[in-house]
């Protein structure tokens, strides 16, 4: 009986320390000067950096008076949608004024419009296609059959507020076909800059040949050359080719005796293209024409945008610093299981390799989508001009109208933050994990 109560009391003498050791302590907040200097000027740093983006933002949902008056934030509406048809649109502004059934976004200005005859004359769709401040007309269709059968979409909406900017920038100075032009050109340089920094890089770094290593240190010196010093030397190159492939070479086909075999091989190449709706995509139609010689031209053309792209100093050095990271052990495991080079980088180096792919595939894009020099020296018309001249065309044409400028810049800075948004991890990782060994 003694002993048992000996040992419950020892448990009540255990038990405040047990509680004392499960109760967190609190840690001591210490004052660091440095630090808090530290993290103050990367907080000014950041709202420097952040504020023109945000400018821009705001300046592109601002009015012209909201913009003159220095306001930061737009002081009207954002956005609102009012349906209408094609027989509105094309009546007059002086017919709404008779049958006193002026559109309710238009009442604002309903005294502006009855005061100036010039403007009772214009057809709704001509007014708001010269007020450019608040107003856009949007045509939603979709032809779609098997869509068409849930939701048939043939509307005419007119968009009110801040956000019409936008689909008035898009319609302005041919802005839409800039954008589409981009695209086009980003991809085919991606794609084929790609492909051959992988195969450059992996030679570089696991194929043993004479003179390696000082063919490397050769090609590496061009990342000094300035762009500018290049400029002319690809330019007078591209003409050359052009001058080639549309003169040249298609008076020697005959010659050459592939006039027959030409004939037989682009007529049903040129019904499959035309089938499937290519035939005006990348001049593929022109290209597989059987009424002429072959011609590709070159200037005014997409290969002048891409083709001296499809190689990169940059590029191939850093797939090359990542692929000497990986282990030989691989390579040898590879060749015991009968593997050869091909193989070995397709089912192992590209799949190990993603995020400096990844990292090559974002400067490749930055680089392409913001180039203005090389395309001013080799197009002369809009038909494969980039959305940089868009930009600087629509500083010329738009003048004044700051708010559409600023939507214009908006919608050309929105494919670069989405493609860094998706491929975030991989660009840090690609980045952080690239060795300078060599």
Do not use: C
């Not at 048992?4 to 255990?14: I, K």
């Not at 559109?103 to 309903?110: A, D, F, H, I």
């Not at 002048?304 to 792209?309: D, E, R």
Request: hydrophobic letters at 45%.
């Amino acid at each position: 009986m003694a002993s048992t109560t000996r040992t419950q009391q020892a448990a009540q003498d255990r038990q405040p320390n047990a509680l004392a050791t499960t109760v967190p302590v609190r840690r001591k907040v210490r004052f660091n000067p440095f630090r808090v200097l530290v993290y103050t000027l990367l907080t000014f740093g950041a709202i420097i950096f952040v504020w023109p983006f945000l400018w821009m933002v705001s300046t592109s949902l601002q009015s012209t008076g909201d913009i003159v008056r220095g306001r930061f934030l737009p002081s009207g509406e954002f956005i609102s949608f009012h349906t209408t048809t094609q027989t509105n649109l094309e009546r007059t502004m002086g017919s709404y004024l008779e049958n006193d059934d002026l559109p309710s976004y238009l009442e604002s200005v309903r005294s502006q419009i009855e005061s100036s005859q010039r403007q009772q004359a214009m057809t709704l769709h001509e007014y708001l296609r010269t007020q450019k401040i608040g107003y856009a007309e949007l045509y939603l269709h979709i032809d779609l059959p098997l869509l068409n059968q849930i939701w048939t979409a043939d509307q005419h909406y007119v968009v009110v507020g801040g956000a019409a900017h936008y689909i008035e920038a898009w319609d302005e100075s041919n802005f839409s076909r800039y954008f589409t032009n981009s695209v086009k050109i980003a991809a085919l340089t991606i794609i084929g800059q790609t492909f051959t920094s992988i195969l450059a890089a992996y030679a570089f770094a696991k194929i043993e040949f004479p003179g390696r290593s000082l063919l490397f240190s050769l090609f590496l010196a061009t990342i000094f050359i300035p762009t500018m010093v290049v400029l002319i030397p690809n330019r007078i190159t591209v003409s050359n080719m052009h001058n080639f492939f549309t003169k040249d070479f298609p008076a020697k086909q005959d010659d050459w005796g592939i006039t027959d075999a030409r004939k037989a091989i682009a007529e049903p190449l040129y019904d499959v293209v035309d089938a499937i709706g290519l035939e005006n995509t990348l001049g593929l139609g022109d290209a597989l024409t059987v009424d002429g010689p072959i011609s590709w031209p070159w200037m005014d053309n997409w290969p002048a945008l891409v083709v001296p792209f499809l190689a990169s100093t940059f590029s191939i050095f850093l797939l090359r610093q990542f692929f000497l990271q990986i282990p030989e052990e691989l390579w040898d495991a590879a060749r015991i299981d009968g593997a050869g080079h091909f193989r070995f980088l397709l089912q192992i180096v590209v799949p190990i390799s993603r995020a400096a792919i990844v990292t090559t595939v974002i400067f490749t894009f930055i680089g392409t989508w913001n180039a203005l020099e090389w395309p001013l020296l080799v197009t002369f018309s809009d038909r494969w001009r980039p959305i940089s001249y868009g930009l600087y065309a629509f500083t010329s044409e738009a003048g004044a109208n700051l708010h559409l400028l600023m939507a214009a810049s908006v919608i050309t800075l929105v494919p670069v933050l989405v493609i860094y948004f998706i491929a975030q991890r991989q660009f840090t990782e690609g980045i952080a994990t690239t060795g300078l060994k060599g």
